[in-house]
């Protein structure tokens, strides 16, 4: 698990709570309030919008309700506290540093990115056995877990009391995931969505791997965009310079109609002031 040629991220697992981690277990945490309150007084009217919201294979596969691959990652099943509360104790847990080392808006997306192909994964799967519901951000925490145990996977963590080092905490997980999905595949029932979970650690072992290349390629493709302009700009100017210097020298009735129109998009164009960036 150590063949990656990026470089250690240097962690500090007792840091205090980031951000983006603070937003998403606050953010549980809200909407697991709101399902248990709305379901205790109105429980007709909140299960028909959280049914707008949770992972329906059929619906979200064929139904044209793709926001649930996403949204599905906010919801738990609230008749067992010990999910909402795992999910987020391993996001805070493993989280926080990658968010550190990565930065909150791409640790952000790589979170959702985990959740959505592991909500894909299941969607195909359960589809395949006659539908499904799923909630919860296991996928996404799984895929947190594989990045952590791939960048550090000799840090020593306590889980459930016991000393543990990440690698084999992964495994572990991983492992009883891949189990169970063979197991329910072959008649076998869980309530869990093992295909998730594991959708979601693919994601995370794709990020790692091949992470770097793809922003690479970005960057390339970034700079090679950033000549094509620059070029595209000096061209533009080198034909106003030429049109100047014809109506110095013949009067702009000399002009042709295509002519007058390239200077009046180009005086447009420079007369344009520079997009500014608004501050995120």
């Given at each position: 698990m150590n063949g990656y040629s990026?470089?250690?991220?240097?962690?500090?697992?007792?840091?205090?709570?980031?951000?983006?981690?603070?937003?998403?277990?606050?953010?549980?945490?809200?909407?697991?309030?709101?399902?248990?309150?709305?379901?205790?007084?109105?429980?007709?009217?909140?299960?028909?919008?959280?049914?707008?919201?949770?992972?329906?294979?059929?619906?979200?596969l064929l139904g044209g309700r793709i926001w649930q691959f996403a949204t599905y990652t906010f919801l738990h099943d609230l008749y067992?506290?010990?999910?909402?509360?795992?999910?987020?104790?391993?996001?805070?847990?493993?989280?926080?540093?990658?968010?550190?080392?990565?930065?909150g808006r791409r640790f952000f997306g790589v979170y959702l990115a985990c959740g959505i192909v592991g909500g894909i994964c299941f969607s195909i799967f359960a589809l395949a056995m006659g539908g499904g519901t799923c909630v919860g951000a296991s996928g996404s925490v799984i895929g947190v877990l594989a990045i952590y145990a791939l960048y550090y996977p000799n840090r020593q963590v306590i889980f459930l009391l016991f000393p543990i080092k990440v690698k084999y905490l992964a495994m572990f997980l991983i492992g009883m995931d891949l189990y169970m999905a063979i197991l329910t595949s072959a008649g076998g029932s869980s309530k869990t969505a093992h295909l998730a979970h594991l959708g979601g650690a693919a994601t995370g072992f794709l990020y790692v791997r091949f992470g770097p290349v793809l922003r690479d390629i970005g960057t390339a493709l970034e700079r090679n965009k950033t000549r094509k302009t620059q070029a595209s700009e000096e061209e533009i100017r080198k034909k106003v310079d030429q049109l100047l210097q014809k109506i110095a020298d013949q009067g702009i009735s000399t002009l042709t109609r295509k002519e007058k129109t390239f200077l009046k998009n180009a005086s447009k164009r420079y007369q344009k002031p520079p997009r500014q960036k608004m501050p995120l």
């Open positions: 990026h470089p250690t991220p240097q962690f500090s697992f007792g840091s205090p709570i980031t951000p983006v981690i603070k937003r998403l277990i606050v953010a549980n945490a809200i909407i697991s309030a709101l399902y248990l309150i709305g379901t205790l007084f109105a429980k007709d009217a909140t299960l028909a919008v959280v049914k707008l919201f949770w992972l329906d294979s059929e619906q979200a067992d506290p010990f999910h909402v509360l795992m999910n987020m104790i391993l996001l805070w847990m493993f989280g926080r540093d990658l968010e550190r080392v990565m930065g």
